[in-house]
């Protein structure tokens, strides 16, 4: 259990520093800033927030059935969903904060959503590749004897 | 005012053209994948998700006029390399040493091989002419979204796993090697992309959507973080505020019979 923690240090590390090292590439490149990622990273952070509530919503329909179907987390997740919504239209309507090469608020929030479907369609893809590389690795060893028979 | 009233309408016809052809399609899917997850209505749930899946396909068909669509045409273009990434993955674990579902040991390197040409494909699809084209022979705008995301990702993904591969597994060195090389393979790919310019794209250009897709990956993990979090104190709250459960009554003698005769009927097998 000790060597836990460092692990789990060692695995966010090791998602990190890839992207670092990309990261200082191109900004070898080109000193230029990129204002525009904050805006991204803003509509990011509020759509999957979004999404992932509404999804998480209707698995609490699952839940209910074990609970004789309470109101409470409903409404407590439908507030949370609510504040991610305001938060939304607040930050987006607010002039040039969060709102990129959009015509108005209803076309930030459409365009970010199919933002949010393609990027997720690359992350799962990345993830199959990945994992199932991880797994591949993890089977295509021959089995070892672990005891020698006397 | 007749010409503004024709535009109204005409744009409206349009919302709500997108919204039948592309995004009640789209949240189709999801909802499919309820009902199949609850297992309450499996085959219907596979339908819906299957038909929202094929909507949305072809929405660039069906509606070509919402800049939404392109969403769907670029998953159309890149479902036939998805297909052969995954029965390339596929192949390459159970045609190792699983203990079920084994397939031939040769599987391994026909899904090596499979894998592998769908990573070229990828990489003729930014470097050749199998770019996905959208309207009037511009390239679609989400590729340039996809591309460095997946290589990004993929990078990371397979650097975590060769790290987590070292870290928790038993000596799996020459694993973790292997799953290295991929990743960096990977953010070669992601380096050449970065110089060298694309089919119809530039190394700039790149660069720039680079960025702001190290910006949605980020983005996208704490916003799901955050979801997951408000879930998780919405039912900490809910279940704290619950009384305890009272404790029941022992089983009677006749219920303790009961299970020890259904215990006996099912503890069988004759001696040896």
Not at chain 2, 36 to 59: D, E, F, H, W, Y
Not at chain 2, 135 to 161: E, H, K
């Amino acid at each position: 259990m000790k060597q836990s923690t460092p692990s789990w240090k060692l695995l966010a590390l090791a998602a990190v520093l890839p992207i670092l090292v990309l990261v200082s590439i191109s900004v070898s490149f080109e000193n230029d800033s990129h204002p525009e990622s904050f805006k991204r990273f803003g509509n990011a952070v509020l759509t999957s927030y979004v999404v992932m509530g509404i999804i998480l919503i209707g698995n609490l329909f699952f839940y209910a059935d074990s609970r004789h179907r309470p109101l409470a987390p409903l409404v407590g997740m439908i507030f949370a969903l609510a504040v991610g919504l305001a938060l939304s239209w607040a930050l987006i309507s607010n002039d040039d904060l969060l709102l990129e090469a959009n015509s108005g608020l209803r076309a930030q929030l459409l365009s970010n959503v199919v933002h949010l479907l393609v990027s997720g369609t690359a992350m799962a893809l990345a993830s199959i590749l990945a994992f199932g590389m991880t797994f591949a690795m993890i089977t295509g060893r021959e089995r070892r004897l672990l005891f020698e028979e006397e | 005012m007749f010409i503004s009233y024709r535009l109204a309408e005409h744009s409206m016809n349009q919302m709500l053209e997108a919204a039948v052809w592309f995004w009640i399609p789209l949240c189709l899917i999801p909802l499919g994948m309820w009902f199949l997850v609850s297992g309450k209505a499996k085959n219907l749930g596979k339908v819906i998700s299957i038909l929202g899946l094929l909507l949305v396909l072809a929405s660039s068909w069906t509606v070509p006029s919402s800049d939404s669509t392109a969403a769907g045409h670029l998953i159309l273009s890149i479902i036939a390399p998805t297909l052969l990434l995954a029965y390339g993955v596929h192949g390459m674990i159970f045609g190792g040493n699983v203990p079920v579902g084994r397939l031939d040991p040769s599987a391994r390197w026909s899904g090596l091989f499979a894998v592998l040409v769908s990573l070229v494909i990828f990489c003729l699809m930014h470097w050749y002419s199998f770019t996905p084209i959208w309207r009037d022979g511009q390239i679609n705008p989400y590729w340039i979204v996809f591309w460095p995301t997946f290589l990004i990702f993929s990078t990371s993904m397979c650097c975590v796993a060769s790290v987590g591969l070292v870290s928790y597994g038993d000596n799996r060195f020459n694993e973790a090697m292997k799953l290295a090389i991929i990743s960096v393979v990977m953010a070669g790919i992601a380096l050449s992309a970065m110089v060298f310019d694309g089919y119809l794209t530039t190394a700039d250009q790149f660069r720039d959507y680079l960025w702001l897709s190290i910006a949605d990956i980020f983005g996208t993990i704490v916003g799901i973080t955050l979801a997951i979090t408000a879930f998780a104190i919405v039912i900490w709250a809910y279940e704290k505020s619950l009384p305890l459960p009272e404790n029941t009554a022992p089983p009677s003698e006749e219920e303790i019979k009961h299970v020890v005769s259904l215990a006996i009927s099912h503890i069988g097998g004759e001696e040896e």
